[in-house]
């Protein structure tokens, strides 16, 4: 689902990437039972759950757009685990128990706490899980398995989202400079979650959208502003279909300004299970 595809163990896959800035950096991979501490209504369609525990302690992120693959027992209710290695990651059993990845929004080393937003939709395992799971209840989160990091030093930054990668914006703004520079552009499928809290930066141009059934305007939006002037760095991050025509704008921005950009695609539309973040 990420730029850089994935096994459970963290083994690339699959790498889409743009701009010589990106590089992946590994994390030791844990498997960690942790709790339901709290849950928030934060939009109408938007769920925030805190899990946390002393399993927490040595826990490793460090990039905005870092995950958590949440380890659900199988239908019959068994729950089978992977197992930590020498090499710090993963054996996972055969066949591959669902998991479904989310984005860590908080992380707090100290609280030992973990905030975790969940888009609420019907259908989906984590989804209906998150729906509803209570304080107390037990959690397997596996992972991260490392960032993929870039520079911090560029003229402007622009983010195209949706509702799946808008907890990775708003890290990553909640956790950037005040002086920084950039237009965040969000779509939502309703117009109630565009009261999702973000950071506020005086620098920061925020423009929520309103997705027409299928169709997305994510795209068009961006373009349509035009190129920002200076060394940009484009994160898009969202329905694949979504994100895909904002290459060729990259190409093209990019011999007049050098810009860079790392795309992720969190899921394809009518494929499902694909991946939930």
Request: net charge negative; charged share 25%; no cysteine.
């Amino acid at each position: 689902m990420r730029i850089e595809r994935h096994d459970p163990r963290g083994r690339v896959l699959e790498h889409h990437r743009t701009g010589a800035g990106i590089r992946r950096i590994g994390y030791p991979i844990g498997i960690r039972a942790v709790r339901v501490l709290r849950r928030e209504q934060i939009t109408p369609n938007m769920l925030r759950l805190t899990v946390g525990g002393p399993e927490l302690d040595g826990f490793h992120t460090y990039q905005a757009d870092d995950h958590v693959a949440i380890v659900f027992p199988d239908p019959d209710g068994t729950r089978r685990l992977p197992v930590p290695n020498a090499d710090l990651e993963l054996d996972w059993p055969r066949p591959l128990p669902p998991v479904r990845k989310y984005t860590i929004r908080r992380y707090d080393a100290a609280a030992r706490e973990l905030d975790l937003d969940f888009v609420l939709h019907p259908g989906g395992l984590a989804s209906e899980w998150a729906a509803s799971a209570r304080p107390g209840e037990e959690v397997a989160i596996a992972g991260p398995p490392g960032a993929k990091a870039f520079p911090h030093n560029y003229d402007h930054y622009v983010f195209a989202v949706d509702a799946t990668a808008l907890p990775a914006a708003a890290r990553w703004l909640e956790e950037s400079p005040p002086d920084v520079s950039a237009r965040l552009v969000i779509e939502t499928a309703d117009a109630a979650d565009h009261a999702y809290p973000l950071a506020h930066r005086d620098g920061v141009e925020v423009t929520w959208l309103v997705r027409d059934g299928d169709r997305s305007p994510l795209a068009d939006a961006v373009r349509s502003a035009g190129p920002p002037a200076g060394r940009t760095f484009l994160f898009a991050a969202g329905e694949s279909g979504a994100i895909r025509p904002l290459r060729a704008w990259v190409r093209e921005a990019g011999a007049a300004n050098g810009m860079d950009a790392l795309f992720t695609g969190y899921w394809k539309r009518g494929v499902a299970g694909l991946d939930e973040d």
